[in-house]
């Protein structure tokens, strides 16, 4: 099975600054159609996942501009330009490449 | 617009047996792979099991093969989960979701697009 690593696992931020959240695969997630199978994902308390980020860098529908992500083979980025108030909760990537799919830890991101 | 409700879980012994069933609708249920995501109480996501969209092909986390079966009927548009020989460590809330493209998927196992707000699982004496 593939295993991914968040880090931090833990990101205090002051709303309207930064944040970088970084994940990375035991095996490159980069296919031979020149697509990476990985996503991002935000959970609020009490929710189901939302899906933010597919296929490394593309912003799902609705999603904010400010959220961004990149990355390429086993290493990933989920950036957000300025944290808004509705942007606190649980971050996980997961791998899509091969079945099991598998999901990083999770990071938590907190208001500073 | 696209709705998944989940229903069927509870409480129960460990070494008996349970069906959750995710009700769709909103969409053409028979185009779109399927899958069970689950999450024990303070932890993170644990992916259970996918069903591709016309139920020839399945695939089962290790820590639940043989113990539980997925399944769907396109007729009735909904999905399942029979689990069976459950475990205190089954104990969770359990998602379904749709993943983003319909038809056959060519590459990888889908991304989820779609999730429903879950049942909890409760597996205790």
């Known amino acids: 099975d593939i295993v991914m690593t968040q880090s931090p696992l833990s990101l205090p931020v002051t709303p309207g600054e930064p944040a970088s959240i970084s994940c990375r695969s035991s095996?490159?997630?980069?296919?031979?159609?020149?697509?990476?199978?990985l996503d991002w994902y935000l959970q609020k308390p009490g929710q189901p996942p939302q899906l933010l980020i597919s296929?490394?860098?593309q912003r799902a529908s609705g999603v904010p501009d400010r959220f961004s992500g990149s990355g390429t083979g086993t290493d990933f980025t989920l950036k957000i330009s300025r944290v808004e108030a509705e942007d606190f909760g649980v971050y996980y990537c997961?791998?899509?490449?091969?079945?099991?799919?598998?999901f990083g830890q999770g990071t938590k991101m907190e208001i500073k | 617009q696209v709705q998944l409700v989940e229903s069927g879980g509870g409480v129960v012994q460990p070494g008996r047996s349970l069906r959750l069933s995710c009700a769709a609708s909103?969409?053409?249920?028979?185009?779109?792979?399927m899958q069970w995501v689950r999450q024990a109480p303070g932890k993170g996501l644990e992916w259970v099991a996918l069903?591709?969209?016309?139920?020839?092909?399945?695939y089962e986390a290790d820590s639940v093969k043989g113990r539980f079966t997925i399944s769907r009927d396109n007729f009735k548009n909904t999905l399942y989960l029979q689990m069976s020989s459950l475990r205190v460590e089954d104990t969770a809330v359990y998602y379904c979701?749709?993943?983003?493209?319909?038809?056959?998927?060519?590459?990888?196992?889908?991304?989820?697009?779609?999730w429903g707000q879950g049942a909890q699982v409760t597996v205790s004496s």
């Open positions: 909103g969409f053409t249920f028979s185009t779109y792979t």
């Open positions: 979701a749709r993943i983003m493209e319909p038809g056959t998927v060519v590459a990888g196992t889908g991304t989820l697009g779609y």
């Open positions: 997961m791998q899509t490449l091969q079945a099991p799919p598998t």
């Open positions: 069903i591709s969209n016309d139920g020839s092909k399945e």
């Open positions: 296929l490394g860098s």
């Open positions: 095996q490159s997630l980069l296919h031979f159609n020149g697509f990476n199978y």
